[in-house]
């Protein structure tokens, strides 16, 4: 079955770039989607197909997806945007399959 | 407004069953494909389960299969979960969500979520 693999924790400082990583074998030939999570809420899809905003997330969102290695890209990280984040692939073997999630900290 | 509204949660003894319900409105239920997900307390996101828009798709994850059954009735724009054999590890909050494009867009709606305890 196929697996993603995620950094449990990230932390970044008010206004940097926060990068969150999903590791998967090949990757870079799926479809890489990205969630976003706050305590008590339903997830929000924050990046479609690797690299798309869905209307209403903010430019500072972004992705990509190369090799084995999909990036969540959070620049001038705010603190409304700790969460947790989420990846996920469509696979031919396992159908729908999440990362395990990262928590964001804005330190 | 495009909405999904879960509901059927509740408390169940082991082995018992629920049947969730997932009533969407604000957009053509009938073009989209359906998931559920779930949330374990304190844990991540798990995939449930997958329709097609006309039910000619099927998926579930190996952890469900054999005991959950997922169903929509597009007449009446709503998605089904029936839920057998329930099991301790079965308690979690349960999200319906539209994926476009049978999936290629992601979930780009979700419900609020209905919570199911499975405990003696």
């Known amino acids: 079955s196929y697996e993603l693999t995620q950094p449990l924790s990230v932390s970044v400082a008010l206004g940097q770039t926060a990068r969150i990583t999903c590791g998967g074998n090949n990757i870079g030939s799926k479809n890489v989607h990205w969630y976003q999570q706050k305590p008590g809420q339903a997830p929000v899809l924050v990046i479609y197909?690797?690299?798309n905003r869905p209307s209403g997330i903010p430019e500072r969102f972004s992705g990509s997806n190369s090799g084995n290695t999909a990036t969540l890209t959070i620049s001038r990280a705010q603190a409304g945007d700790e969460a947790d984040y989420y990846c996920?692939?469509?696979?031919?073997?396992?159908?729908?399959?999440f990362g395990g999630g990262t928590k964001l900290t804005v330190l | 407004e495009v909405q999904l509204v879960e509901s059927g949660g509740g408390l169940v003894k082991p082995g018992g069953s629920l049947r969730l319900s997932c009533a969407a409105s604000g957009f053509t239920f009938s073009s989209y494909s359906m998931n559920w997900v779930r949330q374990a307390p304190g844990k991540g996101l798990e995939w449930v389960s997958s329709i097609s828009s006309s039910s000619s798709y099927i998926y579930y994850a190996d952890s469900v299969k054999g005991r959950f059954t997922i169903s929509r009735d597009n007449a009446k724009n709503s998605l089904y979960l029936q839920m057998n054999s329930l099991r301790a590890e079965d308690t979690a909050v349960y999200y319906c969500?539209?994926?476009?494009?049978?999936?290629?867009?992601?979930?780009?709606?979700w419900g609020q979520g209905t919570t199911v305890t499975v405990s003696s």
């Open positions: 969500a539209r994926a476009p494009s049978g999936g290629d867009y992601g979930m780009d709606v």
């Open positions: 197909r690797d690299s």
């Open positions: 996920q692939v469509w696979d031919s073997s396992t159908a729908v399959v």
